[in-house]
Nanobody, 119 residues
Framework: QVQLVESGGGLVQAGGSLRLSCAAS????????LGWFRQIPGKERESVSR????????YYADSVKGRFTISRDNAKNTVYLQMNSLKPEDTAVYYC????????????WGQGTQVTVSS
């Protein structure tokens, strides 16, 4: 089992920045990849970014490329999402998820943290 706890969400004005954290606990040695997703009520969940736990390879959705940066601190079992130049359309609940197999998708999810960007 892997437990994930997100933090760092909040209310920010357009153009501002926030840093989300995702702290992993439990069988963290089994994590293959950690990803950030976001969801607006009534819309499908969107993949925002991901990072491979060991090699550090990253992915960004086109909508956030150049503005968001994902990073990891393996010693702290924590993944960060630095979000700069925030836009109102970035408003969503952001979720952290862990893929432990590399084959079957994300098996573990955090509870989510709300990010609200005012115009």
């Amino acid at each position: 089992q892997v437990q994930l706890v997100e933090s760092g969400g909040g209310l920010v004005q357009a153009g501002g920045s926030l840093r989300l954290s995702c702290a992993a606990s439990g069988r963290t040695f089994s994590i293959y990849r950690l990803g950030w997703f976001r969801q607006i009520p009534g819309k499908e969940r969107e993949s925002v970014s991901r990072i491979d736990w060991s090699g550090g390879s990253t992915y960004y959705a086109d909508s956030v490329k150049g503005r968001f940066t994902i990073s990891r601190d393996n010693a702290k079992n924590t993944v960060y999402l630095q979000m700069n130049s925030l836009k109102p359309e970035d408003t969503a609940v952001y979720y952290c998820a862990a893929d432990i197999s590399g084959k079957y998708g994300y098996e573990y999810w955090g509870q989510g943290t709300q990010v609200t960007v005012s115009s």
